[in-house]
């Protein structure tokens, strides 16, 4: 079980913010007044190309690969690879644990180089309508970070 401290801890941090995985490889680490990591990642979009800061990240991608044993699983989104980790212990994660399932990950970053890492939150099986979510999701990260102050 988590200690108090480390659940108040992801209390703390802002609102989840849609991302690419792209965004994460690019992006750079950087440390809070708090000590906590975080991410700043380039918007996309055109126009504004302020930075915006991350911790906890909402995404989405088709499962390619369930290694259990070692909770995890590798999704692939529009623009390459992520990893999820602590999959074994997310409430109602287990539908979406199969390759092929189109699924949506909130979880806090745990590392973005070579390749994301995502400590999971909450997973969702999308796959149902996965042709209508998939063709959205570039369009919804967008517009969210266009308006993001």
Same mark, same amino acid.
């Given at each position: *079980? ?56 909402? *995404? ?43 699924? *949506? ?45």
């Amino acid at each position: *079980m988590m200690g108090s401290s480390s659940l108040s801890a992801d209390r703390a941090r802002s609102p989840p913010v849609k991302v690419l995985s792209s965004q994460l490889r690019e992006g750079r680490e950087c440390q809070t007044a708090s000590g906590r990591a975080e991410y700043v990642i380039r918007r996309l979009g055109p126009g504004d190309r302020r930075c915006l800061p991350v911790s906890v990240v909402w *995404m989405q991608g088709t499962v390619l690969e369930v290694q259990s044993d070692l909770n995890t699983l590798l999704a692939l989104d529009e623009t390459g690879n992520f990893v999820v980790s602590g999959i074994n212990s997310v409430p109602k994660g287990k539908p979406c644990l199969s390759p092929g399932k189109y699924v *949506m990950v909130m979880g806090v970053i745990q590392s973005h180089s070579p390749e994301p890492v995502l400590r999971a939150v909450k997973m969702a099986d999308l796959s149902e309508n996965a042709l209508i979510h998939r063709k959205n999701w570039m369009y919804e990260v967008e517009d969210l970070q266009q308006i993001l102050p």
